[in-house]
């Protein structure tokens, strides 16, 4: 006979089996005596501990769990309450992290807590820390920054590099030098330049004097040049005097003496000659003032010299006859004895004269063969 499964009693079921039946108490009974009695699962150390995070509250046939805030029950679970699945939980700028019964809001990166709000760090004031590559400067975003290049720089990918203003063909005026510089540039005129009226002229060089003393200053458009006078060597900033009387083999007359003298040599003639364009020729110094010789000399020439010949009736002193010292009078009376018999030798200047006694006969029949005799 087939039995149908029926209701004895609460928690129990009925089963029937093959020439029998079962009676199995339901889930959360348990048989005591044919009775199927309620299992207080709260207080069954067998089943281990049960809504953790939460209190266990035994139910007929079951249980169930109330839970600490953070968790929420699913009859017979805690299950954590994910709070962040509410986008207004947390302040501003910070995010919302799930932790176990409850949650975090911390700061977002670049951002700091101040009591209860996120406020923005300014990474730039805190140059220690900075990011930011040389030739940069930091500028301060909302939780963030930026490197951004300084004037005259420009991006590259591992930093900041110099702009070369100079390569921009009208960075500078056409007559100025761009002269390119870190973040900047310069314009000048060229060496030899200078600014003028908004324009670059030629700079006299020469007005500071800048070669050697002798030297001639050649100014050029943007420079100049030193050139030595002739009869000097050197390069305009130094000169040397050529000694031309030791470079050259024969730079005057053999009758010459060389001397010389700052750039250039002057060649004067021995004594008793006379320059004659490149020649030396004998001076008649007897054509001027018969030669200085004494009044009573004749001023004999000869070559590169003269001398003065004392005339008969003179002898030379010792300035051989030159001056009025240089002739002195021969008295030939006393050392050539010129007159003979009774005359009497009277000295004349540069002569003598016989004169004859009273009325001789025989001085003046001397007188008569050819001597001079006074009467």
Known sequence: MVMKEQELTAGIRCINTNGSYLCPCDRGFSSVDNLCVDIDEC???????????????????????????????????????????????????????????????????????????CQDVDECQEPENSQCPEHSFCNNTMGSFLCQCSPGYKTISSGCEDINECKDTNACRFDQVCKNLPGSYSCSCPLGYHEEKLACVDTDECKDSPCHPVARCLNTPGSFSCHCPTGFNGNGSWCRDVDEC?????????????????????????????????????????????????????????????????????????DNGRGKEGCADLNECASLHPCRGESSCINLPGSHTCSCLGNSTLCRRITMTGWLCLS
């Open 43 to 117: 207080s069954n150390k067998e089943l281990g501990e049960l809504c953790t995070n939460g209190t266990c509250f035994n139910a007929i046939g079951s249980y169930f769990c109330e839970c600490v805030e953070g968790f929420w029950s699913n009859n017979t679970k805690c299950v954590d309450v994910d709070e962040c699945s509410n986008s207004s939980v947390c302040q501003p700028h910070s995010t919302c992290v799930n932790i176990h019964g409850s949650y975090d809001c911390p700061c977002n990166e670049g951002f700091k807590l101040n009591g209860a709000e």
């Open 246 to 318: 030791a470079a050259l083999s024969k730079p005057c007359h053999p009758l010459a003496r060389c001397h010389n003298t700052p750039g250039s040599f002057v060649c004067i003639c021995m004594p008793g000659f006379m320059s004659l364009g490149p020649l030396c020729v004998d001076i008649n110094e007897c054509n001027a003032m018969n030669g200085d010789c004494h009044s009573a000399a004749t001023c004999i020439n000869n070559v590169g010299g003269f001398k003065c010949s004392c005339n008969q009736g003179w002898k030379p002193t010792n």
